[in-house]
């Protein structure tokens, strides 16, 4: 449900919802730039002599000449923007881990993994757990890209391999559709009951790629697939037939809670491109009133609270009701 985006996005959806003041302005609000006439002499003596030496040529509109041709002015012959080391990448694999948003699909699964294990959940059935979030996971950020391809493309946004035509969106269904066939066996082996939540809070997850996602209630698909977490781990056990106990209802609160931070967090670094689209979600219209730092750093502090917290009633009353 979550992208990614350029991490320059905070400075320019700070500078969007300001006025940059150019020029002066007189009583009748004409605007007047002045200019120095000696200055300009001296400036146009001196690229004489430039172009004197360094062999330039101009025609009588100004235009650079080149071996008798005109240099034409425009982006075609404007340097491409570095995109870094992954921007260069063209092993399908690679772009598909990219594509899968693979360090949001690696946390989620550690997180959750790790809650079954400090449930008293043995290695096993834990391991199983992390296996099974870690696929979910990426079959989220592989659909987020494939949707959002066009945006991505027309936004030029970086890291996206679908939207730049490093990796074909056929490759990426594909690759959906086989992870769809690992995760359901994996998800059975912790139980059906568990399986069933799971792939609840999975198919809650690519509706928010698509639907509610542009509106207020953006955080309502976050909510709820976060909130089914807690009783993914809680009923589930080893082997099909394994039935657990439900969760606290705290544990599942905070948890629905901790989805909102994180789509809070997440949404920060596309607030631009999101605003020039007109989207009127939550995070865009906080972000245009407080700004995109202040934004990031609230959502921040509120997740690191809904962690502690969940860590805390964690340790009080357990995942579980006995």
Same mark, same amino acid.
């Given at each position: 449900?979550?992208?990614? @985006?350029?991490?320059?996005?905070?400075? #320019?959806?700070?500078d969007?919802?300001?006025?940059?003041?150019?020029?002066?302005?007189?009583?009748?609000?004409?605007t007047?730039?002045?200019?120095?006439?000696?200055?300009?002499?001296?400036?146009?003596?001196?690229?004489?002599?430039? #172009?004197?030496?360094?062999?330039?040529?101009?025609?009588?509109?100004?235009?650079?000449?080149?071996?008798?041709e005109?240099?034409? #002015?425009?982006?075609?012959?404007?340097?491409? @923007?570095?995109?870094?080391?992954?921007?260069?990448?063209?092993?399908?694999?690679?772009?598909?881990?990219? =594509?899968?948003?693979?360090?949001q699909?690696?946390?989620?699964?550690?997180?959750?993994g790790?809650?079954?294990?400090?449930?008293?959940?043995?290695?096993?059935?834990?391991a199983?757990?992390?296996?099974?979030?870690?696929?979910?996971?990426?079959?989220?950020?592989l659909h987020?890209? %494939?949707?959002? @391809?066009?945006?991505?493309?027309?936004?030029?946004?970086?890291?996206?391999?679908?939207?730049?035509?490093?990796?074909?969106?056929?490759?990426?269904?594909?690759?959906?559709?086989v992870?769809?066939?690992?995760?359901?066996?994996?998800?059975?082996?912790?139980?059906?009951?568990?399986?069933?939540?799971?792939?609840?809070?999975?198919?809650?997850?690519?509706?928010?790629?698509?639907?509610? @996602?542009?509106?207020?209630?953006s955080?309502?698909?976050?909510?709820?697939?976060?909130?089914?977490?807690?009783?993914?781990?809680?009923?589930?056990?080893?082997?099909?037939?394994?039935?657990?106990?439900?969760?606290?209802?705290v544990?599942t609160?905070? =948890?629905?809670?901790?989805? %909102?931070?994180?789509?809070?967090?997440r =949404?920060?670094w596309?607030?631009?491109?999101?605003?020039?689209?007109?989207?009127?979600?939550?995070?865009?219209?906080?972000?245009?009133?407080?700004?995109?730092?202040?934004?990031? =750093?609230?959502s921040?502090?509120?997740?690191?609270?809904?962690?502690?917290l969940?860590?805390?009633?964690?340790?009080?009353?357990?995942?579980?009701?006995?």
């Amino acid at each position: 449900m979550g992208v990614d @985006r350029d991490e320059g996005a905070l400075d #320019d959806v700070d500078d969007d919802v300001q006025t940059d003041e150019v020029g002066e302005t007189d009583g009748a609000g004409e605007t007047h730039v002045a200019e120095d006439e000696d200055d300009a002499e001296y400036d146009e003596e001196y690229g004489q002599e430039y #172009d004197a030496e360094y062999g330039e040529e101009y025609d009588e509109d100004g235009q650079l000449v080149d071996d008798g041709e005109l240099v034409e #002015d425009g982006p075609a012959h404007d340097e491409p @923007r570095s995109r870094g080391f992954f921007a260069s990448l063209q092993w399908t694999p690679l772009l598909l881990l990219q =594509a899968a948003h693979a360090k949001q699909a690696i946390v989620t699964a550690l997180a959750v993994g790790g809650v079954a294990a400090l449930a008293g959940r043995p290695a096993k059935e834990s391991a199983v757990v992390l296996l099974t979030v870690l696929v979910g996971q990426s079959i989220l950020g592989l659909h987020n890209d %494939i949707v959002d @391809r066009e945006r991505d493309a027309a936004h030029d946004t970086p890291g996206k391999p679908i939207a730049d035509g490093r990796l074909d969106p056929g490759a990426a269904w594909y690759a959906i559709v086989v992870a769809g066939l690992i995760l359901v066996p994996l998800a059975v082996t912790t139980g059906w009951t568990a399986c069933a939540i799971y792939l609840v809070s999975l198919c809650v997850g690519l509706l928010g790629n698509v639907i509610l @996602r542009t509106g207020f209630l953006s955080w309502v698909p976050w909510a709820i697939s976060y909130g089914l977490l807690p009783a993914y781990v809680s009923y589930g056990g080893w082997g099909g037939q394994a039935v657990g106990e439900p969760p606290e209802t705290v544990i599942t609160v905070l =948890a629905a809670l901790l989805g %909102i931070g994180v789509h809070f967090m997440r =949404a920060v670094w596309g607030l631009v491109a999101d605003h020039e689209d007109g989207w009127t979600y939550l995070p865009l219209k906080l972000g245009l009133k407080l700004g995109a730092t202040r934004l990031l =750093a609230l959502s921040t502090l509120y997740t690191v609270v809904i962690v502690a917290l969940l860590a805390y009633f964690g340790a009080k009353v357990g995942l579980s009701q006995s």
